[in-house]
């Protein structure tokens, strides 16, 4: 089973739709989780850490629960520069906190 | 803000030979260095944590005598692929923690190899 999970997609949508990404993690150790966004041929970029509180940054929200080692991710009024790859990602437990991506869902919004 | 330089961005080599790819660490010190690969379509993988003045941390399947890392100085790490085959064509990505970016992680900006 891999570290961490995700659907991957294509996710076509609208501009202007709501789209939701889900994510599990095997590890229940994991201490901390992140999204991240990865557009072709590129690094990766944080777009936000999850907290199971729940938080949100501008149109997007994501959301961490612990007990179903589950996280989301949900972007409302997609805009076009919203098309890119999503990479959920958690912080193993350990002495270098190496980060363990998940292997991404792409999403494409069209006009 | 902080900043992993990786050098070079793209390379393309022929087979058996070897390719070093370079991750400098401007305006802090990179202790530790993450390197990651990834295919097309697939998602980071990590091989492999160096740390400066000792031996790097290689993950279960990743081969240390062909992927050699070298993590000399606070500021500098190398990856070199020797004697490099086509199925070593990935984007090969370094990030250390530390830096203001990325909660506390700077990625560079990868290298994309293609052997032929």
């Known amino acids: 089973r891999k570290e961490v999970e995700q659907d991957p997609g294509p996710f076509n949508v609208p501009e202007g739709a709501t789209v939701a990404f889900n994510c599990t993690y095997s590890?229940?150790?994991?201490?901390?989780f992140f999204w991240y966004r990865q557009d072709c041929r590129k690094e990766p970029k944080l777009l936000m850490s999850v907290y199971s509180s729940g938080n949100e940054d501008g149109r997007f929200t994501a959301q961490l629960n612990r007990a179903s080692q589950y996280i989301s991710l949900l972007i409302r009024d997609s805009k076009l520069s919203d098309s890119a790859t999503y990479l959920c990602?958690?912080?193993?437990?350990?002495?270098?906190?190496?980060?363990?991506f998940g292997a991404g869902t792409r999403l494409a919004v069209h006009p | 803000g902080a900043v992993v330089s990786q050098h070079p961005s793209w390379v393309i080599c022929k087979s058996g030979t070897s390719v070093k790819i370079e991750c400098r660490s401007l305006?802090?010190?990179?202790?530790?260095m993450f390197w990651y690969r990834q295919f097309p379509k697939q998602s980071l993988m990590l091989m492999a944590t160096s740390n400066e003045g000792s031996k790097a941390t290689y993950e279960q399947g990743v081969e240390k005598d062909k992927f050699l890392i070298n993590h000399a100085s606070l500021t500098l790490s190398t990856l070199t692929v020797t004697s490099a085959h086509p199925e070593d064509s990935s984007f090969y990505i370094c990030?250390?923690?530390?830096?203001?970016?990325?909660?506390?992680?700077?990625f560079g900006s990868g290298t994309r190899l293609t052997v032929v």
């Open positions: 990030s250390a923690p530390g830096g203001a970016s990325n909660y506390g992680y700077t």
């Open positions: 305006d802090f010190q990179a202790t530790t």
């Open positions: 990602v958690v912080m193993a437990r350990g002495g270098y906190n190496k980060l363990i």
């Open positions: 590890n229940s150790a994991s201490q901390s």
